[in-house]
């Protein structure tokens, strides 16, 4: 095979300026078309979420690529959660007992910018924009653009054609739209849309609230959350249904009934955030939902990667990361069977699915935790009990969330299910007076790892361990 095989890639986002960069490195002739402008030199206001969680899959990929330390660079470390009850007060909740394992807080355009630059050093690498992708032949393997600045059409063919554009991807609509196989398509939304807002800085640039967490103000029905950013401000989003509840997106229309609702369940935020009330009727309310279809792929010609393959709700913090680690699941398989796309393709999928799936329900779950277990007293305990066994045995134990976001050995699927089964076995064990947490720590982790076992089997028996 030569490595001169033109690959064309549908969306510059951060999956697609990955992909481009790791087959420019391969040495595959690479273009990227890209329907936004290009935002190092425009300021896009998407109201896509500023800064996002960035973890361990995620800079798995980062390494792949050789630019780990790039990256490392625009992060601000977040160790746990600093939990907001409604008198304001707080309580911080580590994310694991071993202190090397952290999330971080990342700049969205940042990250996507540094990508895009180390993409484009391969003179094999070109990346073009306000092109937008109007559809895809997948049995030619061409697409159609449009451009937006001379408003003229164009079809590019190229050998392989993969779609990193997003959960909106015109590529799983052509798929859709083309019936020339069976494609399955589901698309769910949750009741609740979520909202940017900000907290910003001191007028000396510092950080109003403690920098390194993400602030969580749990309201069972709903949740505001915060992540830093570089400049002393935190990025904050609002969680709330549309139509349900007191208070929604449908009748927060006037100013002075925002700052009730604030001043009523999230009093200590609203004290940050003399701007409320401008962000929040400037930013867009949006919505919150989750894409599965299936296959991802048409024979060797094409293949949806990244949202455009998954699109997931964003409570665990995975979705970019389930992005960089499919780009390194493919490349591995891409190792292997290097020559034969169909074959790629098929092995990828069949590999990748399974966990994609599992961290979209892993994400719906999180939500409910986030804005609502989190503040009960078996949950704090259970979670307690967990960070002491990661500190005593960090070779012995780890927690779902821990298994999820730090154990880049594993797959989502094997996370979520070992991890649902110790939560299982802890919560039963507390509840029916089983665990005594005076007992000596070695014995209270051999009894959850027995009780554990034993859900592990059951779900085997019942066929849910596979």
């Not at 002739?29 to 998407?46: H, Q």
């Not at 971080?104 to 540094?114: C, E, F, M, T, V």
């Not at 390194?212 to 069972?220: K, M």
């Not at 960070?387 to 005593?392: N, S």
Request: aromatic share 10%.
């Amino acid at each position: 095979m030569t490595k001169q095989q033109n690959i064309l890639i549908i969306g510059a986002g951060l999956c697609g300026s990955l992909l481009a960069l790791r087959m420019g490195q391969r040495g595959y002739n690479v273009s990227v078309c890209e329907k936004r402008p290009d935002l190092r030199k425009v300021n896009l206001d998407s109201g896509r979420s500023i800064n996002l969680a960035f973890s361990d899959r995620g800079n798995k990929a980062m390494k792949l690529v050789g630019i780990e330390d790039k990256v490392k660079a625009l992060c601000i470390p977040m160790n746990g959660r600093m939990l907001h009850d409604i008198e304001g007060n707080t309580v911080f909740a580590p994310y694991s007992g071993r202190e090397h394992e952290y999330i971080n807080s990342i700049s969205r355009d940042q990250l996507n910018a540094l990508l895009l630059d180390e993409a484009e050093k391969h003179k094999n690498v070109n990346v073009y924009f306000n092109k937008k992708c109007k559809s895809v032949d997948f049995e030619k393997t061409t697409a159609l653009f449009h451009d937006y600045e001379t408003k003229n059409e164009f079809i590019e063919d190229a050998d392989v054609i993969i779609a990193t554009d997003g959960a909106g991807s015109i590529m799983r609509q052509s798929y859709y739209l083309g019936k020339k196989f069976l494609f399955s398509f589901s698309q769910e939304y949750l009741t609740h849309g979520y909202k940017e807002l900000s907290i910003l800085p001191t007028k000396k640039g510092d950080y109003k609230a403690y920098k390194n967490a993400l602030h969580i103000w749990g309201r069972e029905a709903f949740m505001l959350i915060a992540l830093p950013n570089l400049d002393g401000s935190f990025t904050v989003t609002l969680f709330l249904s549309y139509a349900d509840g007191e208070y929604n997106f449908n009748n927060l229309i006037t100013k002075e009934r925002v700052i009730e609702f604030f001043n009523k369940y999230f009093k200590d935020a609203l004290n940050l955030m003399p701007n409320l009330a401008d962000d929040f009727f400037k930013n867009p309310t949006s919505p919150l939902g989750t894409v599965k279809c299936s296959p991802w792929h048409y024979k060797g010609n094409t293949l949806l990667m990244g949202d455009a393959a998954h699109a997931i709700v964003p409570f665990y913090g995975q979705g970019m990361n389930a992005s960089f680690e499919d780009v390194v699941e493919f490349d591995k398989v891409l190792e292997e069977h290097e020559g034969n796309w169909e074959t790629v393709f098929k092995i990828y999928e069949a590999s990748r699915k399974k966990d994609t799936d599992a961290i979209a329900e892993l994400a719906i779950d999180n939500f409910h935790e986030m804005k609502g277990h989190v503040n009960q007293a078996v949950f704090r305990e259970k979670r307690n009990l967990e960070m002491t066994l990661e500190k005593h045995f960090p070779n012995e134990y780890s927690s779902k969330y821990s298994l999820v976001t730090f154990n880049v050995n594993i797959g989502y699927r094997e996370a979520m299910l070992q991890g649902r089964a110790q939560d299982k076995a802890i919560l039963n064990m507390l509840s029916d007076g089983k665990l005594d947490l005076k007992d000596d720590l070695k014995t209270i982790l051999e009894k959850v790892k027995t009780a554990t076992n034993a859900i592990l089997e059951d779900d085997r028996i019942a066929g849910l361990k596979q």
